[in-house]
């Protein structure tokens, strides 16, 4: 697929902290025979349209690791001040984008390792047409099935009219696997969703994002399998 003649300028950002509550060394710990961080790395390397991949760390396992293995990555040092993991993501990647100079602004995480470089591409593809109409872009998970909030009140159904979970009206998860915004709109906003963004839909199984243990041993059963791509990166 194609982007416009005119080159527009995309910087592919992986924060990343050294210390991780849930899953201890969680972004490079051995996933699947290498650090997990290096999947997603890798996938954005390897997607045409990015410009540029930057990680934002305070690791130094993960600086001298990346240094070394993926020399055209850029590596910036967190300051001291954003290392708490209850500081804001947003409030982390206004550090960041001021000090990369790019049109757009791609945002994963090193706990997405099955997202893949096609779908990588598509999503720069699908925000660069729309960018007229859409501020941003987030991945999301399709569900069509019966939620309930925490009263026990349905969400998306009405229980006195049993429909199949396939004729349900779809709801959609925030995933965390991409992010396209502009850095107006992360000034102005505070947020790297702005006020029309684009929903960009992604494979339940791609999107996997490791937030805990048995997420770590689901996803890595997965990638070993070879059930999102049919090839391991």
Request: proline residues 7%.
């Amino acid at each position: 697929m194609t982007l416009p003649d005119t080159p527009i300028r995309i910087a592919a950002l992986v924060p990343m902290r050294h210390s991780s509550e849930r899953v201890p060394n969680k972004n490079f710990r051995e996933f699947a025979g290498k650090p997990l961080y290096q999947w997603i790395v890798s996938a954005l390397i390897e997607a045409p349209s990015v410009s540029e991949v930057v990680i934002d760390t305070d690791s130094p396992t993960i600086r001298e690791q990346a240094q070394s293995d993926f020399p055209t990555v850029r590596v910036l040092e967190r300051p001291e001040h954003l290392r708490d993991g209850s500081i804001p993501m947003n409030t982390v990647l206004l550090n960041t984008v001021n000090q990369i100079d790019a049109d757009y602004y791609l945002q994963t995480h090193s706990t997405n390792p099955l997202l893949r470089p096609e779908t990588i591409q598509q999503a720069i593809q699908s925000f660069i047409e729309s960018r007229n109409t859409h501020d941003s872009l987030f991945g999301v998970t399709r569900w069509q099935t019966r939620l309930y909030d925490h009263n026990g009140a349905p969400i998306n159904h009405d229980p006195d009219v049993l429909l199949r979970t396939q004729d349900l009206p779809p709801v959609f998860e925030e995933n965390s696997n991409i992010y396209l915004f502009g850095r107006q709109t992360l000034e102005e906003r505070g947020n790297r969703i702005g006020h029309k963004p684009l929903l960009f839909e992604i494979d339940r199984l791609e999107s996997l994002d490791i937030d805990d243990e048995e997420a770590f041993q689901l996803a890595e059963a997965v990638a070993l399998a070879g059930l999102v791509s049919g090839e391991t990166r």
